[in-house]
């Protein structure tokens, strides 16, 4: 198993920025891709962002594109999410997961059923 433990979370005015960390256990985290996935109150948690193994490859949503950017350090066991233009739509809890499925041509998956590991999430929330 991987243990991951977000932190970075908090309040910030609109147009702000944040970043997060997902920092994780084991020499081995070069292995999982890596995903951020949200949940605002009362909706469904939905995909963010992911990155593959070696960080070559990332993926967005649409509604983060342009102002999210997700990174790993894989010396130091982390991914980064850096959170630009802040929207209020973006209030919500963000998930950290980690994918041990070795994929071809540094594919990343975008559904939630992908990711084995969660840590416990951060809360951010964006002011008008």
């Known amino acids: 198993q991987v243990q991951l433990v977000e932190s970075g979370g908090g309040l910030v005015q609109a147009g702000g920025s944040l970043r997060l960390s997902c920092a994780t256990s084991?020499?081995?985290?070069?292995?999982?891709?890596m995903g951020w996935f949200r949940q605002a109150p009362g909706k469904e948690r939905e995909f963010v962002t992911a990155?593959?193994?070696?960080?070559?490859?990332?993926y967005y949503a649409d509604s983060v594109e342009g102002r999210f950017t997700i990174s790993r350090d894989n010396a130091k066991n982390t991914v980064y999410l850096q959170m630009n233009s802040l929207k209020p739509e973006d209030t919500a809890v963000y998930y950290c997961?980690?994918?041990?499925?070795?994929?071809?041509?540094?594919?990343?998956?975008?559904?939630?059923?992908?990711?084995?590991?969660w840590g416990q999430g951060t809360q951010v929330i964006v002011s008008s």
């Open positions: 084991g020499r081995t985290f070069s292995n999982y891709a």
């Open positions: 990155i593959s193994r070696s960080g070559s490859s990332t």
């Open positions: 997961a980690a994918d041990p499925t070795i994929y071809l041509g540094n594919y990343v998956s975008r559904t939630r059923t992908a990711y084995d590991y």
